[in-house]
């Protein structure tokens, strides 16, 4: 079983940047994910990466502005998001499953969440 720990959400005004980490213990993790969640709505897809980053896919509305990224070593995926908006504001969820996937049943593990939020 795998662990997932998210950090460095916080509150941020729009245009702002911050940066989300998810460290990953207990196994050798595969594909990993960010998904994100906002009051009222489903948990929806962010962006993707594989084990060895050749492959990584964005929701259309992050695309220039979030960056994801991963350290094998440490275990460790991030999300840099730049530019940032009101729209963006959610809790950020981080997931590991074995292939790199926009769909949230292709995920096995998942963090608790950080909650990012955006002033305008």
């Known amino acids: 079983q795998v662990q997932l720990v998210e950090s460095g959400g916080g509150l941020v005004q729009a245009g702002g940047s911050l940066r989300l980490s998810c460290a990953a213990s207990?196994?050798?993790?595969?594909?990993m994910a960010w998904f994100r969640q906002a009051p009222g709505k489903e948990r929806e897809f962010v962006a993707t990466i594989s084990w060895t980053g050749s492959i990584v896919y964005y929701k259309d509305s992050v695309k220039g502005r979030f960056t994801i990224s991963r350290d094998n070593a440490k275990n460790t995926v991030y999300l840099q998001m730049n530019s940032l908006k009101p729209e963006d504001t959610a809790v950020y969820f981080c997931?590991?499953?074995?292939?790199?996937?926009?769909?949230?049943?292709?995920?096995?593990?998942w963090g608790q969440g950080t909650q990012v939020t955006v002033s305008s």
């Open positions: 997931a590991v499953g074995r292939y790199a996937s926009t769909d949230v049943s292709s995920f096995s593990s």
């Open positions: 207990g196994r050798t993790v595969s594909s």
